[in-house]
Each structure stands twice: as C-alpha cells, then as structure tokens.
C-alpha cells in the first residue's frame, strides 16, 4: 500500500502565499511523475502543475508565473510553492504520484488539503 499525506493548506488573503507539501510512503520502489491538482466547489477536478522524476515541470496556464512545483526524490516529496494567490486559486488541492512498486505502476492520490483565498 501507498499512502500520501498533503500539509500546507490554510487561510490566506490575496497576494499572499502557501507552501504545499505531500510526502508519499509506503511499498515505493520509485515514484515517477507526480503532480498537483485542485477542485474548486461545483467544478471538475483540473491540473495545477507536474513534475517528472527529472524535474520537468508543466503548468496550468492560469498559475505560471505564481506557482513552482518540486520534488525531493530522496524524501518521496513533491512541493507546490504558491505565490500571489487569487480568490480564485480557492480549492482542495490534491496530490498525485504514479507509483511502482511490486503491484506494478498505478497512480496515487492524497486526501486533499483546503486552501482559501480571501478577497
């Protein structure tokens, strides 16, 4: 089994920034892509930003420039360092990771973690 654990969500007005993090743990033999995404009430599930074993990154247009995603390969941790958030950044952010193990490669998802944007 892989369990991710998300941190880092919270209240914060507009302009301001929070750092999330998700750590995965677990039968890991070695965690490929991993990424962000977030759901805001009534919408769809939507990508924020991944990061392949390699460090490169994609995002959603709406967030470059605000949001960088890292990882520490060693810690099994992907981060998402958000900056001038927007009232509309408010959602639950999720974490994925695409993991092998002796089950093979399936993907990962962590519980989610709230943030909101005040205007």
């Known amino acids: 089994q892989v369990q991710l654990v998300e941190s880092g969500g919270g209240l914060v007005q507009a302009g301001g920034s929070l750092r999330l993090s998700c750590a995965a743990s677990?039968?890991?033999?070695?965690?490929?892509?991993m990424g962000w995404y977030r759901q805001a009430p009534g919408k769809q599930r939507e990508l924020v930003a991944t990061?392949?074993?390699?460090?490169?990154?994609n995002y959603k247009d709406s967030v470059k420039g605000r949001f960088t995603i890292s990882r520490d390969n060693a810690k099994n941790t992907v981060y998402l360092q958000m900056n001038s958030l927007k009232p509309e950044d408010t959602a639950v952010f999720y974490c994925?990771?695409?993991?092998?193990?002796?089950?093979?490669?399936?993907?990962?998802w962590g519980q989610g973690t709230q943030v909101t944007v005040s205007s």
């Open positions: 994925n990771a695409d993991v092998q193990n002796e089950q093979g490669v399936h993907d990962y």
């Open positions: 990061i392949t074993r390699g460090g490169i990154t």
């Open positions: 677990g039968s890991i033999f070695r965690i490929n892509a």
